[in-house]
């Protein structure tokens, strides 16, 4: 049967290579079927996404491993907002310290903790368990909501404090964006209700001028309005900020006195997966304004700053490790940014996951320095990285360099210590910066486990998919004695992104801290350390 089919076959094949009549027949016929196959799929046609340009197809991929893993979950909707989530009352945070102190507690938004991830304990036990294990790739993954044409979303959470350029920033935010419409701002506005104007008021009513950046996009921003009076600080403010997270893609944290530039969401989303890290924390003290982009928003500065200078601050039960004043200078890597010993509260973007991993600690009132090597050391437990970009995404207004004098006149947290007894605000203080050293091993030897509050130390408290100890033994951080070696930025820039990026894994989950065995040495007593390591 099989040859006779060939036959058969060969035999209609030369009839009509014979007979031009059927060839002409055969060629009207398919025309007719392919005209009407073209007309009656023409929506569909409409409808199919673009053809990529030859830029996007010769281009090198940016994308990390983990964005090749599908998620288990559903995406998340996107905007979201605090007031459609359940509310919970907590204490307040000084109270703790001091219960005889009148100060009512607070109803704040419960944490992102959505129903899929109960049946595995919550979130953050999917997470890996609270940093008891790194994340893997497809739990990474189940992190992040987009808009339907496949944009990942971004959060901002800004801390304002009595603050008249909060709506300048998020007016910045929006406007200066190349898609406003992924974004969602959370303002944490601690404002005195009698003397300032919240962040949340317009110019004019939105009825007036619905063009506004507030009104136009008010379904995208949130504000949690707290009284000026009971602010205890910014790793409180920056606490109920993370509260405000709804399951956004990225996360940034910034101040609410910061500029961005055009295009900024674009450009800081491409550096972070030009890093090819899912566990990428792009962070950095942001640079003055004043000469860093012009009027209209467009990048001038050709510089950036990098963190890379620290040392003990203070003595007795409030010794900390703080972070000075960090060197800027242009970048020495180019095409992705350069990897970093610290992480700065001033500007942080990272993958959600971040936050829902390392929320600022709720229990640390009226602590200012010691906030990021808090932040820092909790990240590094539990496998983030942190890298500092290679051009800045927004521009910081710093009181000294402000010829306005505008920003001397602002308001700090500290005003509220003229009212209460100096005793108690040093005992407050104390008591917070005991338990901040507590969690990180960063404590004074006096300083025993029974001294300082446990509260919630597992919420948090350190990883273990590295320990604190091998932070301080990696950069020379001496905590028998409370030294630091010195001229670390020597090494920190090319050379540690260099040595460090080969220990990237390869499923794009962290740089392998077991397979670095280097620690670093001041240069001036035992010279460049690092030179035999370099690739």
């Known amino acids: 049967m099989k040859y006779s089919s060939v036959s058969t076959t060969n035999s209609k094949s030369q009839k009509l290579r014979n007979d031009p009549s059927l060839q002409k027949t055969l060629l009207y016929s398919t025309g007719t079927v392919l005209l009407l196959y073209i007309l009656i799929n023409m929506t569909t046609f409409q ?14 991929a940016t994308h990390t491993v983990v964005d090749t893993i599908e998620s288990e979950f559903p995406p998340e909707t996107f905007p979201q907002s605090i007031h459609s989530v359940p509310l919970e009352s907590i204490r307040h945070p000084a109270v703790e310290i001091i219960p005889s102190l009148t100060i009512p507690n607070l109803t704040v938004p419960s944490f992102y903790d959505p129903p899929q991830f109960q049946p595995y304990g919550g979130i953050r036990s999917y997470l890996g368990n609270y940093g008891q294990e790194l994340m893997t790739p497809l739990q990474a993954r189940s992190i992040g909501s987009k808009l339907e044409n496949g944009l990942e979303t971004i959060f901002v959470a800004i801390a ?47 009825e007036q001028d619905p063009k506004q950046i507030l009104c136009k996009y008010k379904s995208q921003i949130d504000y949690y309005q707290m009284e000026a009076q009971y602010a205890m600080g910014p790793v409180f403010a920056r606490h109920l900020g993370n509260r405000m997270y709804r399951g956004e893609y990225f996360t940034i944290q910034c101040d609410a006195h910061v500029d961005f530039v055009l ?65 800027e200078g242009p970048a020495g890597i180019h095409g992705e940014p350069t990897l970093e010993p ?23 009132p009226w602590v200012f320095q010691g906030e990021e090597i808090s932040i820092g050391l909790r990240g590094f437990t539990y496998g983030y990285d942190y890298y500092t970009p290679e051009t800045s995404s927004c521009f910081h207004y710093y009181a000294k360099a402000d010829k306005t004098g505008k920003r001397h006149t602002v308001k700090l947290f500290w005003e509220n210590a003229k009212k209460l007894n100096r005793t108690i605000v040093k005992k407050v203080e104390q008591g917070g910066m005991m338990r901040l050293n507590g969690i990180i091993h960063m404590g004074q030897p006096s300083v025993t486990e029974d001294s300082w509050n446990h509260m919630d130390e597992k919420k948090y ?27 670390l930025c020597r090494f920190v820039g090319r050379n540690m992104h260099r040595i460090w990026k080969q220990y990237l894994r390869k499923d794009g989950m962290g740089i392998d801290y077991d397979r670095i065995t280097y620690r670093f040495k001041d240069p001036d007593v035992h010279g460049n350390t690092w030179q035999k390591l370099l690739p």
């Not at 409808?47 to 090198?60: N, V």
């Open 47 to 60: 409808h199919l996404p673009s053809l990529p340009s030859l830029k996007d197809i010769i281009s090198p």
């Open 160 to 206: 304002s404090y009595r603050d008249f350029q909060c709506r300048q920033t998020i007016e910045s935010i929006f406007t200066r964006a190349t898609y406003p419409s992924r974004i969602r701002v959370g303002v944490v506005d601690q404002y005195d209700y009698q003397v300032d104007t919240p962040c949340s008021q317009p110019q004019v009513p939105c």
């Open 263 to 327: 295009d900024w969401d674009t450009s800081i989303i491409q550096q972070w997966k030009s890093a090819r890290n899912e566990m990428a924390v792009i962070t950095a003290y942001l640079s003055d304004i004043h000469d860093s982009m012009d009027a209209e928003g467009h990048l001038i500065r050709k510089t950036r700053p990098i963190m890379c200078q620290s040392d003990f601050e203070d003595t007795g039960l409030t010794m900390h490790l703080r972070h000075g004043q960090q060197p």
């Open 342 to 364: 610290f992480w700065a509260a001033g500007f942080s973007f990272a993958r959600g996951h971040f936050v829902v991993n390392v929320p600022y600690d709720q229990h640390l």
């Open 461 to 487: 408290g350190i990883g273990n998919v590295r320990t604190p100890e091998k932070f301080f033994e990696t950069f020379g951080i001496h905590m028998e004695n409370f030294k630091v070696e010195s001229h």
